[in-house]
């Protein structure tokens, strides 16, 4: 089945303990990118990638990095996480740019 | 103001009634996405468009590229539509994708 698959769903953790989302497809995607969702505010680009070892900024980079080491991965690392990093994030990824897209099932990270 | 606006923010309608959800946008696009999100918050792409109209099943997205404005149309609706629909534009350069803040739709039986 083609999927984005993000982990983990749930996340729990405090501030400043370094943490990574995974996110891998299976469709040989070009396009990969990150999303942040937060009431009244919606949905936020973080990075992207157009393909392997190319990534830009997005919306709302601060506080964020990405690899992509290899065309189906492309994992977000929060190198010292703050409360205000608490949202709802989706990967999503496409063939390339002007296709359609397929997102993940989302990542709740809470950070106390 | 912001580069993607919907209307309406919040929608209710009764069971077997035509919705239509709009959405304009300010900035030059390449295509423009209908997305929709359920309460257990995944997000699932109904339609990609840069012109004319596409149709399925229920559903019908129209976008006049002259006057930056997309409208999503759900015949018959259903409770099961009941969700967040979202309008997301990519711009012209391709690489960034911008969403407007979504359209919470309630369809009571």
């Known amino acids: 089945e083609a999927q984005v698959t993000q982990n983990p769903r749930y996340l729990i953790t405090v501030t400043g303990k370094k943490l990574t989302v995974t996110c891998s497809q299976n469709m040989n995607h070009e396009y990969m990118s990150w999303y942040r969702q937060d009431p009244g505010l919606g949905l936020r680009q973080i990075y992207y990638s157009m393909n392997v070892e190319v990534t830009d900024k997005g919306d709302v980079p601060e506080g964020y990095k990405v690899s992509r080491k290899e065309k189906r991965n492309f994992p977000l690392i929060l190198e010292s996480p703050s409360p205000n990093q608490t949202s709802l994030y989706f990967c999503?990824?496409?063939?390339?740019?002007?296709?359609?897209?397929?997102f993940g099932s989302g990542t709740r990270l809470t950070v106390v | 103001k912001n580069e993607v606006e919907q209307s309406p923010q919040n929608l209710t309608a009764q069971e077997g009634e035509f919705i239509t959800i709009n959405c304009s946008y300010s900035?030059?696009?390449?295509?423009l996405h209908w997305l929709q999100q359920h309460p257990g918050g995944g997000i699932v792409s109904l339609f990609m468009?840069?012109?004319g109209k596409k149709k399925h099943g229920r559903l019908i997205a129209t976008i006049n590229i002259q006057e930056k404005h997309s409208s999503l149309h759900i015949t018959a609706s259903h409770p099961r539509d009941s969700a967040v629909y979202i309008c997301?534009?990519?711009?012209?350069?391709?690489?960034?994708?911008?969403f407007g803040e979504g359209t919470q739709l309630t369809v009571n039986p």
């Open positions: 997301a534009v990519g711009e012209t350069s391709g690489s960034r994708l911008t």
């Open positions: 468009l840069s012109s």
């Open positions: 999503a990824s496409s063939f390339r740019t002007g296709y359609d897209y397929t």
């Open positions: 900035v030059g696009i390449s295509a």
